[in-house]
């Protein structure tokens, strides 16, 4: 058996913080730990060359980006409420 390198280190990390997530009640804590894996495994998808892995991870990433902003948006308006 091979020995497994950094790049799939990286892979299996970034599938398992993925998986993670999403057993989150939280989803605030979901969108964090889906968003650091799923930039993790658009990395590795540089690293071993996949279009697809890269494209649809870093968009991942972005949506959860956005969706925290509108998070904490929404809830900085609610703290200005009371």
Do not use: W
């Not at 913080?17 to 998808?45: C, E, H, P, W």
Request: aromatic letters at 14%.
């Amino acid at each position: 058996m091979n020995e497994l390198n950094y790049i799939e280190i990286l892979g299996y990390v970034a599938s398992i913080l993925i998986a993670i997530s999403i057993t989150m009640q939280s989803v605030v804590k979901l969108r964090v730990i889906n968003f650091i894996g799923a930039v993790m495994l658009g990395t590795y998808g540089v690293f071993i060359e996949s279009m697809p892995i890269i494209l649809v991870n870093y968009f991942i990433g972005l949506t959860n980006v956005y969706f925290l902003y509108k998070l904490l948006k929404i809830k900085k308006q609610i703290q200005i409420i009371y």
